[in-house]
């Protein structure tokens, strides 16, 4: 993306498409606040949001998406002393690193679609939930995978679901924290990629 036009087009283009405030954010990698931005333009009376701009197109092939993977596990290994029994990967970025994680560690895999996914700028009582399709976390120590920790929103939410499961959390693995944390909910966070604003 070489321009901020590029953004608007690519938000509107998705909305039209049907996807939610959330999907596009998720979609677009950038914060809630920033798609909602993108999408209402033309109002004058909305300021920019103060974010930034991920593109790692070229990095989804799935040979370098396994080396990402690998770099991850080398920092969870790094980071916890404790073998994972569940990998949770966090829709829709986060699972195809999640399952090659999984894999490396040779733990369970588990989905989450967190809320933002269905998030609109008015809407509420809204939550996420994990498929049933995967491993449980009732009980389990889990790892959090996504691509990109940009508010700790979403890694809350997470870590708040399996804790009410009596799961415990030893860390979050991201490729970018544009928060810039250590820990989100006391909760190492590992990142190959840590933004900071001066």
């Known amino acids: 993306m070489k321009r901020i036009e590029d953004l608007f087009e690519r ?18 990698n950038v914060s809630r606040e920033t798609a909602l931005w993108l999408l209402t333009k033309a109002r004058e009376d909305i300021a920019p949001p103060s974010d ?8 989804a092939t799935p040979f370098r998406m396994r080396l990402i993977a690998n ?23 986060g699972i195809p690193l999640a399952t090659l994680v999984a894999d490396e560690l040779n733990a369970e895999l588990s989905i989450y679609y967190p809320k933002k ?10 939550s996420g939930v994990f498929s049933e399709n995967y491993a449980k976390v009732d009980g389990k120590r889990c790892i959090i995978i996504d691509d990109i920790i940009s508010s700790g ?21 991201v490729i970018v924290d544009k928060k810039g944390v250590d820990a ?5 966070v590992v990142s190959l990629i840590k933004i900071l604003r001066i």
């Open 11 to 28: 938000a509107k283009k998705l909305k039209e498409k049907g996807l939610t405030t959330g999907e596009i954010a998720d979609e677009l």
């Open 71 to 93: 770099i991850m596990v080398d920092m969870i290994n790094e980071t916890v002393n404790q073998e994972p029994d569940v990998v949770v990967g966090v829709a829709t970025s």
């Open 117 to 126: 996914l269905k998030w609109e700028e008015n809407a509420k009582h809204i």
């Open 153 to 173: 929103r979403t890694i809350e939410e997470v870590s708040n679901y399996i804790s009410k499961k009596d799961g415990k959390v030893l860390c979050t693995a």
């Open 52 to 59: 930034i701009y991920i593109e790692w197109k070229k990095i």
């Open 184 to 188: 989100v909910n006391s909760i190492p």
